[in-house]
């Protein structure tokens, strides 16, 4: 009967302590959360991860609680020591009752082989995985349908495997996956819209340039003594090839396409280069030794381009712009000389430099990256090119014809060069003043901020018997959202606030303001981890967006100190006796982000002459010429040199070797200290 007793209790007080256990926090998944122009958002990137092959990995029940968190990207310095190309992956996550049963895509974006389970049920598979060392890799392009049960909570697991992830990698591909979930209905209708616009454009302009090349093709063979017609050919043929496998690999399903696709464009684009230096010396000069040089510079390059395509692409780009600049100065120097025909194939010549120009400028980040500048316009300025070349043909078979038709084109070339200067004029004289504007708006906005910053600030130190205070601001060029404070309650208790939030100017000062509310509101709290945690609370209700508070907590009463930190640098304290310097607190998730985060309170004894540091990360994250960061170890090096002196002492000498360090370069984020020295 005893033992049946206490077998009894021990089975009741194990169930109470699994049912009020800390539970893993889940994503949370809303309908606001489909928030893009297509109503899909990607899901986290980190997930539990098993390297074992186990079906029951697939069921919702399982407890993967022990699993280590990975990037599903599986980027090389990311991966885990344990993944040997295949592995489990799970993310739990909950769903508001506004996406239950509603009709909902996923996809996934990756080069090998997965099977992806929801609930323990398998969805869909992309490829076949029938071993650990049989994989048959596949992509996924059309969007899978389903939809959620009534269940609040959710469990996504996916048995994925790619072997050849390193490859891919070096293809400028992931070598893991990433998972997307949106609107069935929006999926299915960009889907659709996609495909059909990726195979009409596919067809057209490869079509046309390939038309053009044969066109030419024949024209030089009919009439060998205009070779310019070959290499013209073989410059419309490339261009037609580009633009097939540029869309191509918008919709293959095949991943092995890309394993080569990197380097047949790269070895494309140095063919393009020789087919345009050569056409454009056919039509203007002699090939001079220019051209021999840039074959035999070619050779090498393309070699290096097929071994290492990633690696090349630095020197395809400068190759690209360079013939872009000889096709300028060969058009520029035919022009000078009157030279026949020179006008009109140049203008596209010129196009197609300009053209090639942009493209290279867009991918390179000076320009903006869009559908315009990396594939319209390149694309269009070899459109052009063909145009002028037809008008040039035509000269040749109708001179009278083309003397008509240039006059016209030279006519139309002022005008819209007299336009085009005119709306310039226009437009800089708009921008100089919207300019001007915005730059006086940003200036209130600044002071204001710093204003708002300062007034936050307590107007005294508190004056302990038993304590020194010393605190600094110190702010950089931009205003930022460091904040300290203090409380001092009828006891005698000091408790001490330091903080730093994201962002600048108004909006880290909405944050800072609603830190402080909450400061004095609750600054006498029993726990400061529970502070924090009603701290946090209470900023997610205020739904700040992605604004967040890092702070750190202190609380001295006599010789007890107690910490709370959250995102903050840790503290240090310098102990009298030793000499040694302790790090406390360091870790936590900012405020503001999510809840129920484990926050943790941290108990010392202080002794007379024990002194503390508490800062934010201007000071450690402080930069010099180098933009090299002055570093935790060199801050623990200054402050044990000043720990000896008194507060006002110690922060004056924190402040000097951090200018020393930076050498003049001013401050990119502001630096707060508050220093505590037990009497």
């Given at each position: 009967?005893?033992?049946?007793?206490?077998?009894?209790l021990?089975?009741?007080?194990?169930?109470?302590?699994?049912?009020?256990?800390?539970?893993?926090?889940?994503?949370?998944?809303?309908?606001?959360?489909?928030?893009?122009?297509?109503?899909?958002?990607?899901?986290?990137?980190?997930?539990?991860?098993?390297?074992?092959?186990?079906?029951?990995?697939?069921?919702?029940?399982?407890?993967?609680?022990?699993?280590?968190?990975?990037?599903?990207?599986?980027?090389?310095?990311?991966?885990?020591a344990?993944?040997?190309?295949?592995?489990?992956?799970?993310?739990?996550?909950?769903?508001?009752?506004?996406?239950?049963?509603?009709?909902?895509?996923?996809?996934?974006?990756?080069?090998?082989?997965?099977?992806?389970?929801?609930?323990?049920?398998?969805?869909?598979?992309?490829?076949?995985?029938?071993?650990?060392?049989?994989?048959?890799?596949?992509?996924?392009?059309?969007?899978?349908?389903?939809?959620?049960d009534?269940?609040?909570?959710?469990?996504?697991?996916?048995?994925?495997?790619?072997?050849?992830?390193?490859?891919?990698?070096?293809?400028?591909?992931?070598?893991?996956?990433?998972?997307?979930?949106?609107?069935?209905?929006?999926?299915?209708?960009?889907?659709?819209?996609?495909?059909?616009?990726?195979?009409?454009?596919?067809?057209?302009?490869?079509?046309?340039?390939?038309?053009f090349?044969?066109?030419?093709?024949?024209?030089?063979?009919?009439?060998?003594e205009?070779?310019?017609?070959?290499?013209?050919?073989?410059?419309?043929?490339?261009?037609?090839?580009?633009?097939?496998?540029?869309?191509?690999?918008?919709f293959?399903?095949d991943?092995?396409?890309?394993?080569?696709f990197?380097?047949?464009?790269?070895?494309?684009?140095?063919?393009?280069?020789?087919?345009?230096?050569?056409?454009?010396?056919?039509?203007?000069?002699?090939?001079?030794?220019?051209?021999?040089?840039?074959?035999?510079?070619?050779?090498p390059?393309?070699?290096?381009?097929?071994?290492?395509?990633?690696?090349?692409?630095?020197?395809?780009?400068?190759?690209?712009?360079?013939?872009?600049?000889?096709?300028?100065?060969?058009?520029?120097?035919?022009?000078?000389?009157?030279?026949?025909?020179?006008?009109?194939?140049?203008?596209?010549?010129?196009?197609?430099?300009?053209?090639?120009?942009?493209?290279?400028?867009?991918?390179?980040?000076?320009?903006?990256?869009s559908?315009?500048?990396?594939?319209?316009?390149?694309?269009?300025?070899?459109?052009?090119?063909?145009?002028?070349?037809s008008?040039y043909?035509?000269?040749?078979?109708?001179?009278?014809?083309?003397?008509?038709?240039?006059?016209?084109?030279?006519?139309?070339?002022?005008?819209?060069?007299?336009?085009?200067?005119?709306?310039?004029?226009?437009?800089?004289?708009?921008?100089?003043?919207?300019?001007?504007?915005?730059?006086?708006?940003?200036?209130?906005?600044?002071?204001?901020?710093?204003?708002?910053?300062?007034?936050?600030?307590?107007?005294?130190?508190?004056?302990?018997?038993?304590?020194?205070?010393?605190?600094?601001?110190?702010?950089?060029?931009?205003?930022?959202?460091?904040?300290?404070?203090?409380?001092?309650a009828?006891?005698?208790?000091?408790?001490?606030?330091?903080?730093?939030?994201?962002?600048?100017?108004?909006?880290?000062?909405?944050?800072?303001?609603?830190?402080?509310?909450?400061f004095?509101?609750?600054?006498?709290?029993?726990?400061?981890?529970?502070?924090?945690?009603?701290?946090?609370?209470?900023?997610?209700?205020?739904?700040?967006?992605?604004?967040?508070?890092?702070?750190?907590?202190v609380?001295?009463?006599?010789?007890?100190?107690?910490?709370?930190?959250?995102?903050?640098?840790?503290a240090?304290?310098?102990?009298?006796?030793?000499?040694?310097?302790?790090?406390?607190?360091?870790?936590?998730?900012?405020?503001g982000?999510?809840?129920d985060?484990?926050?943790?309170?941290?108990?010392?004894?202080?002794?007379s002459?024990?002194?503390?540091?508490?800062?934010?990360?201007?000071?450690?994250?402080?930069?010099?010429?180098?933009?090299?960061?002055?570093?935790?170890?060199?801050?623990?090096?200054?402050?044990?040199?000043?720990?000896?002196?008194?507060p006002?002492?110690?922060?004056?000498?924190?402040?000097?070797?951090?200018?020393?360090?930076?050498?003049?370069?001013?401050?990119?984020?502001?630096?707060?200290?508050?220093?505590?020295?037990?009497?």
């Amino acid at each position: 009967m005893t033992v049946r007793l206490g077998l009894a209790l021990f089975l009741g007080l194990a169930s109470m302590a699994a049912a009020f256990a800390p539970r893993e926090s889940t994503i949370e998944i809303s309908a606001k959360e489909l928030n893009d122009e297509r109503g899909q958002m990607t899901l986290p990137t980190a997930w539990k991860f098993s390297p074992q092959d186990d079906d029951a990995f697939a069921a919702r029940s399982f407890d993967d609680s022990r699993w280590p968190m990975v990037d599903t990207v599986l980027q090389t310095q990311d991966r885990p020591a344990s993944w040997n190309g295949h592995g489990w992956f799970r993310l739990r996550f909950a769903v508001s009752p506004d996406l239950r049963g509603q009709p909902l895509a996923l996809t996934v974006r990756q080069f090998g082989a997965a099977e992806i389970y929801l609930d323990g049920e398998l969805l869909f598979a992309v490829g076949a995985i029938d071993g650990p060392d049989s994989v048959q890799p596949r992509l996924q392009r059309r969007p899978y349908l389903f939809s959620f049960d009534n269940r609040e909570e959710h469990v996504l697991a996916i048995r994925f495997a790619n072997p050849d992830g390193d490859l891919y990698e070096a293809a400028d591909r992931i070598a893991g996956f990433k998972v997307a979930l949106g609107s069935a209905n929006q999926e299915l209708l960009a889907f659709g819209q996609t495909l059909r616009g990726l195979a009409t454009f596919q067809a057209l302009f490869t079509g046309l340039f390939a038309a053009f090349a044969l066109l030419h093709l024949l024209f030089y063979v009919f009439y060998r003594e205009a070779d310019e017609n070959l290499y013209f050919a073989l410059l419309a043929g490339i261009v037609a090839l580009l633009v097939y496998h540029f869309f191509h690999s918008r919709f293959t399903e095949d991943p092995s396409f890309f394993l080569t696709f990197e380097r047949a464009t790269n070895t494309a684009w140095l063919l393009l280069c020789i087919a345009a230096l050569r056409f454009v010396y056919a039509v203007y000069q002699r090939p001079p030794r220019l051209l021999l040089m840039a074959i035999v510079a070619a050779v090498p390059l393309a070699i290096f381009a097929w071994l290492r395509p990633i690696d090349a692409r630095p020197w395809i780009l400068p190759a690209l712009l360079l013939t872009s600049v000889e096709m300028v100065r060969t058009v520029i120097v035919a022009n000078l000389r009157r030279q026949a025909g020179a006008r009109i194939v140049g203008l596209g010549i010129l196009i197609l430099a300009g053209g090639i120009s942009i493209g290279l400028l867009a991918n390179l980040g000076i320009l903006p990256t869009s559908g315009v500048t990396i594939f319209l316009i390149p694309v269009g300025s070899v459109l052009v090119l063909i145009l002028t070349m037809s008008i040039y043909l035509s000269r040749k078979f109708a001179l009278t014809s083309y003397e008509l038709r240039s006059q016209l084109n030279q006519v139309r070339e002022l005008s819209e060069q007299q336009l085009a200067q005119a709306q310039r004029t226009r437009e800089d004289e708009v921008g100089r003043r919207l300019l001007e504007a915005e730059n006086q708006r940003q200036a209130e906005e600044l002071e204001v901020a710093r204003k708002l910053q300062l007034s936050m600030l307590p107007a005294t130190l508190p004056m302990l018997p038993e304590l020194e205070v010393a605190a600094g601001m110190f702010t950089a060029t931009e205003v930022g959202g460091d904040y300290y404070d203090f409380d001092l309650a009828e006891d005698g208790a000091l408790t001490v606030a330091i903080g730093d939030a994201t962002g600048h100017g108004m909006k880290a000062g909405t944050m800072v303001t609603a830190t402080k509310s909450l400061f004095k509101a609750h600054s006498n709290s029993a726990e400061l981890s529970h502070t924090l945690d009603r701290f946090g609370r209470a900023l997610k209700r205020m739904n700040l967006h992605h604004l967040r508070m890092a702070l750190t907590l202190v609380r001295i009463t006599g010789r007890q100190l107690n910490l709370a930190a959250a995102g903050m640098p840790p503290a240090l304290l310098h102990r009298a006796a030793t000499g040694a310097i302790e790090s406390v607190g360091e870790g936590g998730m900012p405020l503001g982000g999510l809840t129920d985060f484990p926050y943790r309170q941290i108990d010392l004894e202080l002794q007379s002459g024990d002194t503390v540091l508490l800062m934010s990360d201007g000071f450690p994250e402080r930069l010099n010429h180098d933009d090299e960061m002055l570093g935790y170890d060199s801050v623990s090096e200054s402050f044990q040199r000043a720990a000896a002196n008194s507060p006002q002492t110690i922060i004056d000498h924190l402040v000097a070797d951090a200018e020393t360090w930076a050498a003049g370069k001013p401050a990119n984020d502001d630096t707060t200290f508050v220093v505590l020295r037990k009497r």
